[in-house]
C-alpha cells in the first residue's frame, strides 16, 4: 500500500465513514457510534481518502478505594480487514488515548476479546467476568420481598444511590448525567426502585425484555445495585415474581455484583454461568494514578517497588508510602521488596490479588512476605467489579 497513513480526530464526514467501516469490520451496526457522538471523542486512521482504522474514547472517572480516577475507556476499535497484519491497532490504540491522557486521564479500561493483544500493550485483567441465568420459579420459591416497596422509574435519589454503591467497588464508573440516557435508550431499559415504606431508596434495577418467538418473554437485568442483603433478597424476590410471563432471568455479563446472595438464597443451586471476555486495566501515569485513588484509613506502610516502565525494556524503582487515607510514589534507589510488571500492578490496583498466594500465582516476585502482605493488604478494602459496558 503505497499511499501515506494519517491519524487524526474525526470530523463530521470521517465520523461517518468510520461507522460504514465498523458495520463492515463487525459484521453488524454499531450503534454506540451514533449514540455516544456527543461524548465520545474518536480517532481515525486515514490512507489517501479512506477511514482505516479507529476507535471511540471516553474520558470518565472510575472509582478505585473509594475515589474516583480520571480514565481513557476504549470502545468500538477495528481495522478494515485488507489493512490487518501491519500492527496498524497498536498504532492506533498510542493515537486513540493521546488527546484522553492529554486531558487528565491516568489509567485506561478496555474490554475486548483480544486479551493477548491488550496485554501486550499493557492491560491486564483484574478478575473473571461471568454472566448468570436463574429461572425465575427457582427466585420465587427462595426469596422474599418482606416489606418493600417497588417503584416504577428513576428518581435523583436512586441515582445517588447508585453513585454510593459504586463507590464501594473497584472499577465501576462515575457515570455522568448522560450516562443512564444513553443505556435507556440503547437498551430500552426499565427502572424499578426499592425501598421500605418511608424510608430511602435503597434498590435500584435496570432490566429489559428479550420476546420469545411463541410466547412470553425472556428479562435480561443491566443494573443490581441493593444496599443491604435484605434488599438484594427483596429484588430477587421481585424478578421471580415475573415468573407467569418470563422463565428466566439473565444477568448480563458482570451486571450481577461478586456478592454471595444468589448463591445463598436458593434452594436449588440450577444457575448458569456463562464466561465473558472481562474488562482490562492499564495504567498510564503511575505517580498520579497512586495518588488519586483511594487507600485504607487505617493502613500505615512503607515498602520499595520495582515496577517495569513504559517501554517495558526495564525498571524503576519506587517507595510507596501509604498513611492517613493517602498514598505517594516517589522515586528511590533502592532495590525493591515487591517486583510488578505493568500488568501486575493493574491487578494489584484492582484489587485482584485478594492474597499473597494469588499474586505470587500470578508470577509477582517478593524478597520479603510481609512486605507482599503489606502491599497487597492495602488495595483489597474494595472487591474489583465493573458493572458498566461502554
Not at 489517501?48 to 480520571?70: E, I, N, T
Not at 492506533?92 to 484522553?100: A, I, K, S
Not at 444511590?161 to 431499559?189: E, F, M, T, Y
Not at 455484583?257 to 482490562?280: C, I, N, V
Amino acid at each position: 500500500m503505497d499511499q501515506h497513513l494519517t491519524f487524526t480526530p474525526a470530523d463530521d464526514g470521517l465520523w461517518e465513514q468510520y461507522e460504514q467501516l465498523a458495520s463492515r469490520a463487525y459484521g453488524h451496526p454499531i450503534a454506540d457510534i451514533t449514540h455516544l457522538r456527543g461524548h465520545a471523542d474518536l480517532q481515525v486512521a486515514v490512507r489517501g481518502d479512506r477511514v482505516v482504522a479507529g476507535g471511540l474514547g471516553l474520558l470518565v472517572d472510575q472509582f478505585f478505594g473509594g475515589s474516583p480516577v480520571p480514565s481513557a475507556c476504549l470502545g468500538d476499535g477495528c481495522v478494515a480487514p485488507e489493512e490487518r497484519g501491519d500492527h496498524l491497532a497498536t498504532d492506533m490504540v498510542t493515537e486513540r488515548l493521546r488527546p484522553l491522557i492529554d486531558r487528565g486521564a491516568v489509567i485506561s479500561t478496555i474490554v475486548t476479546s483480544s486479551t493477548g493483544y491488550a496485554r501486550r500493550l499493557g492491560w491486564e485483567a483484574p478478575v473473571g467476568v461471568l454472566a448468570w441465568a436463574v429461572t425465575t420459579d427457582d427466585l420465587k420459591k427462595s426469596f422474599t420481598g418482606e416489606d418493600f416497596e417497588v417503584e416504577h422509574g428513576l428518581t435523583d435519589e436512586a441515582e445517588a444511590l447508585q453513585h454510593q454503591l459504586a463507590r464501594q467497588w473497584n472499577g465501576p464508573v462515575h457515570r455522568p448525567d448522560w450516562w443512564i440516557s444513553w443505556k435507556q435508550d440503547k437498551s430500552n431499559l426499565t427502572t424499578y426502585r426499592f425501598a421500605r415504606p418511608g424510608l430511602p431508596t435503597a434498590g435500584l434495577l435496570n432490566l429489559t425484555t428479550k420476546r420469545h418467538e411463541r410466547h412470553g418473554m425472556s428479562l435480561v437485568v443491566h443494573d443490581f445495585w441493593a444496599a443491604s442483603q435484605p434488599t438484594a433478597s427483596a429484588m430477587l424476590a421481585f424478578l421471580g415474581r415475573h415468573n407467569t410471563r418470563a422463565r428466566t432471568i439473565e444477568f448480563r455479563r458482570g451486571a450481577l455484583p461478586p456478592y454471595p446472595t444468589l448463591l445463598h438464597g436458593l434452594r436449588h443451586h440450577r444457575t448458569t454461568a456463562e464466561s465473558w471476555h472481562p474488562w482490562m486495566l492499564r495504567i498510564l501515569d503511575v505517580p498520579e494514578a497512586i495518588r488519586l485513588r483511594g487507600w485504607p484509613t487505617d493502613l500505615t506502610t512503607m515498602v520499595h517497588v520495582e515496577i517495569e516502565n513504559a517501554t517495558g525494556e526495564g525498571r524503576n524503582r519506587w517507595l510507596l508510602h501509604i498513611k492517613n487515607g493517602s498514598a505517594e510514589l516517589t522515586p528511590t534507589s533502592f532495590s525493591g521488596q515487591v517486583t510488578l510488571s505493568r500488568r501486575q500492578l493493574a491487578v494489584w490496583y484492582a484489587g485482584g490479588y485478594r492474597t499473597t498466594t494469588s499474586a505470587r500465582m500470578a508470577g509477582v516476585q517478593a524478597a520479603s512476605e510481609q512486605a507482599l502482605a503489606n502491599l497487597i493488604r492495602s488495595t483489597t478494602d474494595h472487591e474489583p467489579w465493573l458493572p458498566d459496558h461502554f
